[in-house]
């Protein structure tokens, strides 16, 4: 048994307890079914998305009434699932790539003062000197 099948078996109680009461707010549905508040509302705000509980009434007075006898079936929600995680990476590369395009190539400036004194006993690594990064288009010559 995996995730699926386990939200399936805890979507149909809610399901059977809205039936059976006709409607019912998360904290009624937590206390039927055996759950934690914050999950019976996760779950219910769920199951509006999928069409099968209706969300009715606005801040402390919300219910939810429901519209089918049984939940979706947890073969449903592993190909849903699968096909949001499509759609998702679409997007993704979508926006990666339209990133790229407004991206421009960095390249190193170094920037030397006319008035600063050349370093002194710098024959190799750790002279410093002013630095800047910079845009710019092309390659660095």
């Avoid at 386990?6 to 006709?22: F, M, P, S, T, Y």
Wanted: aromatic share 6%; glycine share 6%; with cysteine.
């Amino acid at each position: 048994m995996d995730k699926f099948d386990k939200v399936c078996i805890v979507r149909q109680q809610i399901l059977d307890h809205l039936n059976e009461a006709g409607q019912g707010n998360s904290r009624s549905v937590s206390q039927a079914v055996g759950i934690s508040l914050d999950y019976a509302y996760q779950q219910m705000a769920a199951m509006c998305e999928y069409g099968e509980i209706e969300k009715r009434g606005r801040l402390k007075n919300v219910h939810f009434v429901p519209l089918r006898q049984i939940t979706t079936s947890a073969d449903m929600m592993r190909k849903l699932q699968e096909q949001n995680r499509a759609a998702n990476k679409r997007e993704d590369r979508e926006r990666e790539k339209e990133r790229n395009k407004k991206r421009e190539p960095w390249r190193y400036v170094h920037i030397v003062k006319a008035d600063d004194p050349p370093l002194k006993n710098q024959g190799g690594q750790g002279a410093t000197r002013h630095t800047s990064w910079s845009r710019s288009e092309g390659s660095a010559t």
